[in-house]
């Protein structure tokens, strides 16, 4: 396979039409957010309509009956012991009775595992702090939960629902997880197929620490098999693991949470999990992982359960730390699909537009929509990784030979990335695609970026860049199996660099200073 290497620093026009100048439309990025145009700090109090480039449902906010149970009039225990029970009390009875709200009211109070029932909200309000316990007990017996994509019986989350319908989390106030003491997660040196008996079924995959020195650490908010989930206002601070994870949801609402796990491994934002008709709006992430991540499920379990991520609207959102902004995978195999990512703002994180998969992970993701949003970054800019470390896949992650095409053999094609502001980064474009399944039809258009390097391009087919501006002092487009491979009405601008003519590439009515 030929490797083409490119260095620009030339004006180059390769088109036989008349040559029209290259670069954005400012106009179109003019009005690009801010960090402080989006967030939770300026959540309006309606949910505007949502417009996407697919079908999407109308998002309401949820009604409850008009009952409710304040825990400082049935709490009778001290100040540190756990409110758990009297929680739990009440949400069982409005539930029963039809639904209504459970208050926890200004003030410390401590808990362990609340279980979230139909037409109940649970308001947290503001001046409350909640703080999880660390003792793995008060999170047993297991129940059913998906840990990295998988099915298991398990401690699953701090609070938990499940086949549950109109449920809420709201309010000011603040959650603490259980990340210090007794919530010791695996390691992370073996992948997790290695743990999980896989011939079993999900009910008998029981992992909830009783059997071995090690648990799954629970989820910070998890409901799992619920319709019209709805999660306003919170604030989230030391999980154990992920943080808010809804799991084969149908109609979900998460907006002006913040979230704060940086520091934290493995301490995830917001993960969709085989979830469908999703609205994010107005949150702030500032993790120890990747902060707004879809997720499908994980090799050939997540082929069994064949469940995808769908119709999703990410929006006024701000990443903060993380390794990535917005990221679909490494977990492909139910697929994700219809998604629309626009008007955000990544401010710190590592990558800004992430995807991932694995030669064993199945899937994939396609129709993948990300439009206005900024982004001023630690490395690399839009980022393709499906090969992933040989740590966790063995000699799969090796580029060469490549495989026979099976169901596992995850795939990404059909993606716009449009109107983009890149204020800092380093490469513009990587992809590391998988020779036997190469990355397709991905079309970047009106970027205005500033970056330390150009693109590194692996294993893609038809990849345009188009109407965009690139200031580097790079030369180099590195392109190895790739096919099709465009930028038309480009700027670059490289600081004076010489031209050595491009090979295998086209170079449509583009220029550089």
């Not at 595992?113 to 909640?130: D, F, M, P, Q």
């Amino acid at each position: 396979m030929k490797i083409f290497t490119v260095f620009l620093s030339a004006l180059f026009v390769f088109s036989c039409q008349q040559p029209v100048k290259p670069g954005p439309d400012f106009s179109k990025l003019e009005t690009i957010p801010t960090k402080e145009q989006v967030g939770h700090l300026v959540m309006p109090d309606t949910i505007a309509p949502v417009s996407a480039p697919f079908s999407m449902p109308i998002f309401k906010k949820p009604t409850f009956p008009d009952r409710s149970i304040n825990i400082q009039d049935r709490f009778k225990g001290s100040e540190n012991e756990l409110i758990t029970s009297t929680v739990q009390t009440a949400i069982d009875e409005l539930s029963a009775a039809g639904g209504g709200t459970v208050i926890i009211p200004k003030g410390e109070w401590h808990t362990g595992r609340i279980s979230l029932k139909s037409n109940v909200n649970l308001h947290i309000e503001e001046g409350a702090t909640v703080r999880f316990s660390t003792d793995v007990k008060d999170y047993q017996p297991a129940v059913f939960n998906r840990v990295e994509s998988l099915e298991v019986m398990s401690l699953a989350a701090c609070i938990y629902a499940n086949n549950q319908e109109n449920i809420a989390i709201t309010g000011k106030g603040k959650l603490i997880g259980p990340f210090d003491g007794e919530i010791k997660e695996r390691s992370y040196m073996k992948p997790i197929e290695s743990l999980v008996d896989l011939s079993k079924p999900a009910t008998e995959r029981i992992h909830d620490g009783s059997e071995e020195d090690w648990i799954f650490p629970p989820k910070f908010i998890s409901p799992i098999n619920c319709k019209n989930v709805y999660i306003e206002g919170i604030s989230l601070e030391n999980t154990s693991f992920w943080n808010i994870v809804p799991t084969y949801c149908d109609n979900v609402i998460i907006r002006g949470v913040y979230v704060n796990s940086y520091g934290i491994p493995r301490g995830d934002g917001i993960d969709i999990e085989s979830s469908k008709n999703v609205l994010i709006e107005y949150c702030t992430l500032n993790t120890g992982d990747d902060c707004f991540t879809m997720k499908s499920g994980r090799g050939e379990d997540g082929l069994k359960v064949n469940k995808p991520t769908e119709n999703i609207v990410v929006r006024y959102c701000l990443a903060q730390k993380g390794h990535g902004g917005i990221t679909c995978g490494s977990e492909t195999a139910g697929t994700i699909k219809n998604l629309y990512v626009h008007d955000c703002v990544f401010e710190g994180t590592v990558v800004g537009i992430r995807f991932k998969t694995r030669r064993p992970r199945g899937g994939g993701g396609e129709h993948l929509y990300y439009d206005r949003i900024r982004m001023n970054l630690e490395a690399t800019c839009i980022k393709w990784d499906m090969l992933g470390t040989p740590a966790y896949v063995g000699q799969l992650a090796e580029r060469l030979p490549a495989r026979e095409v099976t169901p596992l053999t995850p795939f990404y094609r059909n993606i716009s990335i449009s109107n983009i502001i890149i204020e800092n980064g380093t490469h513009f474009l990587k992809v590391y695609g998988i020779p036997e399944s190469p990355l397709k039809n991905l079309t970047i258009d009106n970027v205005d970026a500033q970056c330390s390097n150009l693109a590194i391009i692996h294993d893609a087919e038809n990849v345009t860049v188009k109407n965009s501006s690139i200031k580097t002092s790079d030369t180099i487009i590195e392109v190895l199996g790739g096919k099709n491979i465009a930028f038309k009405k480009v700027a670059f601008d490289l600081g004076g660099a010489p031209l050595e003519k491009p090979d295998g590439i086209l170079f449509e009515n583009c220029q550089t200073k």
